[in-house]
T-cell receptor
Framework: IAGITQAPTSQILAAGRRMTLRCTQD?????MYWYRQDLGLGLRLIHY???????GKGEVPDGYSVSRANTDDFPLTLASAVPSQTSVYFC?????????????FGPGTRLTVL | RKEVEQDPGPFNVPEGATVAFNCTYS??????FFWYRQDCRKEPKLLMS???SGNEDGRFTAQLNRASQYISLLIRDSKLSDSATYLC?????????????FGSGTQLTVLP
């Protein structure tokens, strides 16, 4: 593994189903983030974690939950998917979570909720 | 009003042209500014940070005007490979959250 990986690459999901998007980084970065990207709206922050064991809500957290049990993994869960959650989801990490840090992004997960 | 606003474009320019993008931000307390590049169906990648004094990286020049709350990116001698969407990114000063706000991007196509 080099950098950030996300799984699955893409998924089609029936509304009401539960789904977990996986994100793993091997850079030992303290901070991790989940964004969704929709046409015309740009990237919007869903949840973030400044360090293992802590999480926080971003701009659009409703319908999503996260956990940060260790430094490397930051899964995003949709408890009961709805069509408005159709989007491209990017996981990112940064070294210290400082505002000057570069954020490194994973390749994304394309999710379609029908 | 969006916190970070960009002209969505598209900008279609010939190879070798100089092109400039502007971006405005609403929070005067913002302290960190970046330009990211995103290729079609790929993840965003940092192009360059933007410093108060302005900074240059090869053909790319970034400038910050705090008084007017805008950031610019100048690309000289455009290459076909510069075709991408350019995202203006600004930090949100908000308690302990170290969050970045992304503009919706400006699409650039460099034509042969």
């Amino acid at each position: 593994i080099a950098g950030i990986t996300q799984a699955p690459t893409s998924q089609i999901l029936a509304a009401g189903r539960r789904m977990t998007l996986r994100c793993t980084q091997d850079m030992r970065h303290n901070a991790m983030y989940w964004y969704r990207q929709d046409l015309g709206l740009g990237l919007r922050l869903i949840h973030y974690s400044n360090t293992a064991g802590t999480t926080g809500k971003g701009e659009v957290p409703d319908g999503y939950s996260v956990s940060r049990a260790n430094t490397d993994d930051f899964p995003l869960t949709l408890a009961s998917a709805v069509p408005s959650q159709t989007s491209v989801y990017f996981c990112a990490s940064s070294s210290q979570g400082d505002i000057t840090d570069t954020q490194y992004f994973g390749p994304g997960t394309r999710l379609t909720v029908l | 009003r969006k916190e970070v606003e960009q002209d969505p474009g598209p900008f279609n320019v010939p190879e070798g042209a100089t092109v400039a993008f502007n971006c405005t931000y609403s929070n005067s307390a913002s302290q960190s500014f970046f330009w990211y590049r995103q290729d079609c169906r790929k993840e965003p990648k940092l192009l360059m940070s933007v410093y108060s004094s302005g900074n240059e990286d090869g053909r790319f020049t970034a400038q910050l005007n705090r008084a007017s709350q805008y950031i610019s990116l100048l690309i000289r001698d455009s290459k076909l490979s510069d075709s991408a969407t350019y995202l203006c990114v600004v930090n949100i000063p908000s308690g302990s959250a170290r969050q970045l706000t992304f503009g919706s991007g400006t699409q650039l196509t460099v034509l042969p």
